[in-house]
């Protein structure tokens, strides 16, 4: 399976400023013939279910505030949060979806 | 509305099974690869399995291969998981999820899930 490796494990962002989570996979999800890269990222705030954000790696979801972007291809991602809000303290987790074993990277918890 | 609830979880003894359900509405059922995935304590996501539309194709974590069987019934609008031989390492949220990939002749290709129920919880132990 592809391993997906999350980083950092948490970060504390003041509201209003930027934060950045990393995502690596063991092996590359950009599929050639269509040029795309099987990656999607999710969010999951305390007590809710997960709910996605982006997925071919840079896709927004509908209504997904635009302060949320999605970057990277091959084996290196990024999610990025601009201006951080109260309400987007939550663990942010990458899932590849390259292989037909979905798998998810470890998570990132951001605070504020 | 559209919605996943699942049902079934509860406090099971290590060996034992359980018989989780998703009851979906508000969307065509039968037209959706669906997954089931958990959330152990403290830890993160981890996806166990998936069925095609018409139940020809699953595929399973090996953590659970052998042990979990997924089916669905599309006259019900229902998903479930069979899980048997249940490990104290089992314990966790239970979420079902849709799919947006699909399936050509018996291969099925697994996408991002673009909805999730509220989940059940199953805990393991004596």
């Known amino acids: 399976d592809i391993v997906m490796t999350q980083s950092p494990d948490s970060l504390a962002v003041s509201l209003g400023e930027r934060a950045s989570i990393n995502c690596k996979s063991s092996q590359s999800v950009l599929y050639s013939p269509n040029s795309k890269d099987y990656l999607a990222w999710y969010q999951q705030k305390p007590g809710q279910s997960p709910k996605l954000l982006f997925y071919w790696a840079s896709t927004r979801e509908s209504g997904v505030p635009d302060r949320f972007s999605g970057s990277g291809s091959g084996t290196d991602f990024t999610l990025t949060i601009n201006s951080l809000q109260a309400e987007d303290v939550a663990v942010y987790y990458c899932?590849?979806?390259?292989?037909?074993?979905?798998?998810f990277g470890g998570g990132t918890r951001v605070e504020i | 509305e559209v919605q996943l609830v699942e049902s079934g979880g509860g406090l099971v003894q290590p060996g034992g099974s359980l018989r989780l359900s998703c009851a979906v509405s508000?969307?065509?059922?039968?037209?959706?690869?669906m997954n089931w995935v958990r959330r152990a304590p403290g830890k993160g996501l981890e996806w166990i399995s998936y069925i095609g539309t018409y139940s020809g194709t699953t595929y399973y974590a090996d953590s659970v291969q052998g042990r979990f069987t997924i089916s669905r019934d599309n006259a019900k609008n229902s998903l479930y998981l069979q899980m048997n031989s249940l490990r104290d390492e089992d314990t966790g949220v239970y979420y079902c999820?849709?799919?947006?990939?699909?399936?050509?002749?018996?291969?099925?290709?697994?996408?991002?899930?673009?909805?999730w129920g509220q989940g059940t919880l199953v805990t393991v132990s004596s």
């Open positions: 899932q590849q979806y390259y292989t037909q074993h979905p798998t």
């Open positions: 999820a849709r799919d947006q990939g699909y399936c050509r002749r018996s291969t099925c290709y697994p996408y991002h899930f673009d909805l």
């Open positions: 508000g969307f065509t059922f039968s037209s959706f690869n």
